[in-house]
C-alpha cells in the first residue's frame, strides 16, 4: 500500500463498488466499503437454504463480456452453461430453438416452420455475421431506436417476432414492448453469439463473493447505511459523521447528494416464483419461453437441470407487471403453466419481487469514460445505471471511477 493514503470510501457492495476497490487496491490504494445490506452483491443475491440455491430473480452471467477477466477467475466459479437457445411452448407444441452451429441439438428445418421463416433463419445468420465484424464500442455509437423497430427494419417476419424475440428479449430487458435500446440488443445478441449464458454452480451471487474475497476481510462494512454526502463529510443513517477525501457512490446517487434528486430514476420489475415440481426437467440446461401474450409467464427453466443434486424445482419470471397478491400470482402461474407447457408445479418454495432490477435508461452508453465519472472535488460516481443495465457495464463503470480517484490523487490529467 502506498504511503500517505487519503480516505477513500465507496458507497455500496454491489459489482460495481466492488470493481472499484480491486482497482484502487490494485494500484496500491486503501478503501472502505459501506454497505447497507448485511451481504455483498447489490442486485445480485442467491438464498442458499434446505439445499436450495434461489437466485433472487433469474439473471446470467454472459461469459463473453469483455470486462470479466479483469474481475474474475472465471473457471474457479464454475460456470454452468445454458444451451445457446430456446425451447418454445406454442398452440400445445413445443419447439427447440437454437444455434445449430454450436449445438448439434437445434434443426433449423424441423423448428422454423412452427415459429418462424426461412428468411429468418436466413437474417439471424446475417445479424450474427454483421455484429461479429462490429466493436462493442461502435455498437454503442450507433443511432438508437426501439428494439422492436430495429427487428422489424431489419426485416425479421411478425412471426419470429412474437414467438422468440419478444419472450426471449423481454426475459433479458424485463419489459414486454422491446422498447429498449436497439445498442443494447445488438450488444446483448453479441454476446450472446461469442459466448455463453452461464450460472455459477454455488449461484449467481457466486459473482459478487468471488470480487469481495479480492479485498481484504475488514474492508467491507456491512448494514452500513449512508444518508448523504456533503462534500467531504459522509453522514450515516444512524447520524454518525466522517471525513471521506473521495467519495465513489456505487449506486444511484439521487436521494445521496444534494441537487442530484432529479436524477431519480424509474426501473424494470420483474417476479420470480419457484415451485416444487415432479416433472424431471428437460435433461439440459435451456430456458423455455412462453410466447402467449395473455400469460403472465415469460420464462422459466428447472433447477435440477443447471446444478447438481437439485430437488425438482422449477424458476419461473414474470415479468409483466401485475397487482396480484403472491398467492393469487402462484395460482395464476401455476394455471398458465400447465395449460400452455402441460408442466405442473406443485408447492411455491419462494417467490422475491425486484422492483428495481433494471434502470431506464433514455439513451445507453458502453462504459462511462473516467473523465465524466467526478461529480465534484470529492464525489464521483460509478454503478450501471450511469450506462446499461449489465454487469459488463456495472464492472466498467467502477473501474472507471476508481481509476478517476487515482488520476486526481497522483495529479495525472485524465484522457
Ligand atoms: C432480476 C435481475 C436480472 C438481471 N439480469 C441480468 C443479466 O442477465 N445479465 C446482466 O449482465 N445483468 C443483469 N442484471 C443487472 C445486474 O445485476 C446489474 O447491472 C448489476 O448487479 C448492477 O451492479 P451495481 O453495483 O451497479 O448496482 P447494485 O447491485 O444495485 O449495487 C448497489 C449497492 O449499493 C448499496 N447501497 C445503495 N444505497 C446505499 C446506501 N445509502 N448506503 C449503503 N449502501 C447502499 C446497495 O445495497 C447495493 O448493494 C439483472 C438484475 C436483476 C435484478
Same mark, same amino acid.
Given at each position: 500500500m502506498k504511503d500517505n493514503q487519503p480516505n477513500i470510501t465507496i458507497i455500496g457492495a454491489g459489482a460495481s463498488g466492488l470493481a472499484a476497490a480491486i482497482t484502487l487496491k490494485k494500484s496500491g490504494y486503501h478503501c472502505t466499503v459501506l454497505e447497507q445490506a448485511k451481504s455483498v452483491g447489490g442486485r445480485v443475491q442467491t438464498l442458499r437454504e434446505n439445499g436450495l440455491l434461489l437466485d433472487d430473480g433469474f439473471q446470467v452471467l454472459l461469459d463473453a463480456y469483455p470486462a470479466l477477466p479483469e474481475f474474475l477467475d472465471l473457471p474457479a466459479l464454475n460456470l454452468i452453461k445454458f444451451l445457446p437457445g430456446s425451447m418454445i411452448f406454442k398452440d400445445g407444441k413445443t419447439y427447440k430453438l437454437g444455434d445449430p452451429r454450436r449445438n448439434a441439438s437445434f434443426f433449423w428445418k424441423t423448428?422454423?416452420?412452427?415459429?418462424?421463416? $426461412? +428468411?429468418?433463419?436466413?437474417?439471424?445468420?446475417? *445479424?450474427?455475421?454483421? #455484429?461479429?465484424?462490429? !466493436?462493442?464500442?461502435?455498437? @454503442?455509437?450507433?443511432?438508437?431506436?426501439?428494439?422492436?423497430?430495429?427487428?422489424?427494419?431489419?426485416?425479421?417476419?411478425?412471426?419470429?417476432?412474437?414467438?422468440? $424475440? +419478444?419472450?426471449?428479449?423481454?426475459?433479458?430487458? *424485463?419489459?414486454?414492448? #422491446?422498447?429498449?435500446? !436497439?445498442?443494447?440488443?445488438? @450488444?446483448?445478441?453479441?454476446?450472446?453469439?461469442?459466448?455463453?449464458?452461464?450460472?455459477?454452480?454455488?449461484?449467481?451471487?457466486?459473482?459478487?463473493?468471488?470480487?469481495?474475497?479480492?479485498?481484504?476481510?475488514?474492508?467491507?462494512?456491512?448494514?452500513?447505511?449512508?444518508?448523504?454526502?456533503?462534500?467531504?463529510?459522509?453522514?450515516?443513517?444512524?447520524?454518525?459523521?466522517?471525513?471521506?477525501?473521495?467519495?465513489?457512490?456505487?449506486?444511484?446517487?439521487?436521494?445521496?447528494?444534494?441537487?442530484?434528486?432529479?436524477?431519480?430514476?424509474?426501473?424494470?420489475?420483474?417476479?420470480?416464483?419457484?415451485?416444487?415440481?415432479d416433472h424431471a426437467g428437460f435433461n439440459e440446461p435451456i430456458i423455455g419461453l412462453v410466447p402467449n401474450e395473455d400469460c403472465l409467464i415469460n420464462n422459466f427453466h428447472f433447477l435440477n437441470d443447471i446444478f447438481d443434486n437439485h430437488r425438482n424445482v422449477i424458476s419461473i419470471s414474470v415479468v409483466k407487471p401485475h397487482n396480484l397478491s403472491d398467492q393469487q400470482l402462484a395460482e395464476r402461474v401455476v394455471k398458465e403453466l400447465r395449460e400452455e407447457t402441460g408442466i405442473k408445479a406443485n408447492e411455491l418454495v419462494r417467490c422475491f419481487h425486484i422492483p428495481k432490477a433494471l434502470p431506464q435508461l433514455e439513451s445507453l452508453n458502453y462504459a462511462m469514460p473516467p473523465s465524466e465519472t467526478q461529480l465534484n472535488q470529492h464525489v464521483f460516481l460509478a454503478g450501471d445505471q450511469l450506462s446499461n443495465g449489465s454487469l459488463n457495464a456495472a464492472l466498467l463503470n467502477g473501474k472507471a471511477a476508481a481509476q478517476a480517484v487515482i488520476a486526481k490523487i497522483e495529479d495525472r490529467v485524465l484522457v
Open positions: 423448428i422454423y416452420t412452427g415459429v418462424g421463416s $426461412f +428468411k429468418d433463419k436466413w437474417l439471424v445468420f446475417s *445479424l450474427s455475421r454483421k #455484429l461479429k465484424n462490429k !466493436s462493442v464500442e461502435a455498437i @454503442f455509437q450507433e443511432p438508437e431506436t426501439r428494439t422492436l423497430d430495429y427487428l422489424q427494419d431489419y426485416g425479421f417476419s411478425s412471426k419470429i417476432i412474437h414467438n422468440f $424475440f +419478444k419472450p426471449f428479449y423481454a426475459g433479458i430487458f *424485463l419489459e414486454t414492448e #422491446l422498447s429498449t435500446s !436497439s445498442r443494447m440488443f445488438e @450488444f446483448v445478441f453479441k454476446m450472446f453469439n461469442e459466448g455463453n449464458a452461464t450460472l455459477p454452480a454455488k449461484g449467481i451471487q457466486a459473482i459478487p463473493e468471488q470480487m469481495a474475497s479480492q479485498l481484504a476481510a475488514d474492508q467491507i462494512k456491512f448494514e452500513q447505511k449512508v444518508d448523504s454526502i456533503q462534500g467531504n463529510t459522509i453522514i450515516m443513517e444512524d447520524g454518525q459523521q466522517f471525513k471521506s477525501d473521495f467519495t465513489i457512490v456505487a449506486t444511484p446517487a439521487g436521494s445521496l447528494v444534494p441537487n442530484l434528486s432529479s436524477q431519480d430514476l424509474d426501473w424494470h420489475q420483474v417476479t420470480v416464483l419457484y415451485f416444487e415440481t
